[in-house]
Structures are given as C-alpha cells and as structure tokens.
C-alpha cells in the first residue's frame, strides 16, 4: 500500500553525520509506525530506531543511543534519520520499513513494507 524509497547514504570519515530520508508515497505516514534497520556484510538485519506512529514515540537501539535522532515530518510524508559520530560499525545498507503492527518494533518480520535501502560506508 504505501511504496518507501531510502536517500542520503554516502562514504564518510569517522566522526562524520550523514541524515538519511525516508520518502513514502502511496500512503500517508500517519497509521504506520516506521522503523530503521541496517544490515552488514555477513550480518542479520539488525533494527536500529523506530518511530511510532500514533504518539510519536521513538525508539533506539543501545549501539546508536545519543547519536542517532529518528523525526517525522508528516506534511512531507518523510522520516528522517540523524546520524552523528559515525564509527565504522555503523557501515550498512540501510532500510527503512512500515509497519501497521503493535509488537517488537525492532523485529522486521512486522513489517509488510520496506525500501530499497542506501549505503551507509564509515572509512578513514
């Protein structure tokens, strides 16, 4: 139902921010809670924020706690991902995914709806 397409990755230094973008379309944002999640090289995909969707609550995971801030921007049916002091175990592809569901925000399988992802690469 709603179609999410991930912008604003790049190759940064560390210590660096980049701000990632999730455009919808399809959809208004509003009856779906958003999450961001990362997958490494040889990794599962790991959840990393997670904006809720009736009451705005965010979500973080222990490894980006303080330096990554998720925001919703509902007039411009975007969700953003702030990402300071990168470090080279943030190097990902990121997606960012829909979810109508009340559950484990951080476990993918609720989500029915998921971009392409953009690469997220931290390298001196």
């Known amino acids: 139902q709603v179609q999410l397409v991930e912008s604003g990755g790049g190759l940064v230094q560390p210590g660096a921010s980049l701000r990632l973008s999730c455009a919808a379309s399809?959809?208004?944002?509003?009856?779906?809670?958003i999450g961001w999640f990362r997958q490494a090289p040889g990794k599962e995909r790991e959840g990393v924020s997670c904006i809720t969707s009736r009451d705005g609550r965010t979500l973080y995971a222990d490894s980006v706690k303080g330096r990554f801030t998720i925001s919703r921007d509902n007039a411009k049916n975007t969700v953003y991902l702030q990402m300071n002091s990168l470090n080279p175990e943030d190097t990902a592809v990121y997606y960012c995914?829909?979810?109508?569901?009340?559950?484990?925000?951080?476990?993918?399988?609720?989500?029915?709806?998921w971009g392409q992802g953009t690469q997220v690469t931290v390298s001196s």
């Open positions: 995914a829909a979810s109508r569901m009340r559950a484990n925000y951080f476990s993918p399988r609720i989500y029915a709806y």
């Open positions: 399809g959809s208004t944002l509003d009856g779906y809670a």
